[in-house]
Structures are given as C-alpha cells and as structure tokens.
C-alpha cells in the first residue's frame, strides 16, 4: 500500500452506501410501524 493513497471512497460508492442504508432504514421502520399497529390492534 502506497502512503500517499487516498482514504476516501468515490461519490459513486457512498452514492450506493446512501441508497442501502436508507433502504435498510425504510424496512426497519416498516417493521416497526407493523408492530405498533399489532400492538394497537390487540389493546383494542
């Protein structure tokens, strides 16, 4: 490895990075939401 290499990654792969975890977050968040309308429904 070269000491002069750059740390930082491309905006084409945080573009991709970005685009995943907010995917991930969405689903997360649907699950979430799921859970709470079980949870509402059941103390209905």
Same mark, same amino acid.
């Given at each position: 490895? &070269? #000491?002069?290499?750059? &740390? !930082? @990654? &491309?905006?084409?792969? *945080? =573009?991709? +990075? =970005?685009? +995943?975890? /907010? *995917? !991930?977050?969405? +689903?997360?968040? /649907? #699950?979430?939401? *799921? /859970?709470?309308?079980? @949870?509402?429904? @059941? *103390? !209905?």
């Amino acid at each position: 490895m &070269s #000491w002069n290499q750059s &740390s !930082f @990654t &491309s905006p084409q792969v *945080a =573009d991709v +990075r =970005d685009e +995943r975890v /907010g *995917a !991930f977050l969405s +689903r997360v968040y /649907g #699950w979430m939401f *799921a /859970g709470l309308l079980v @949870t509402a429904v @059941t *103390a !209905f």
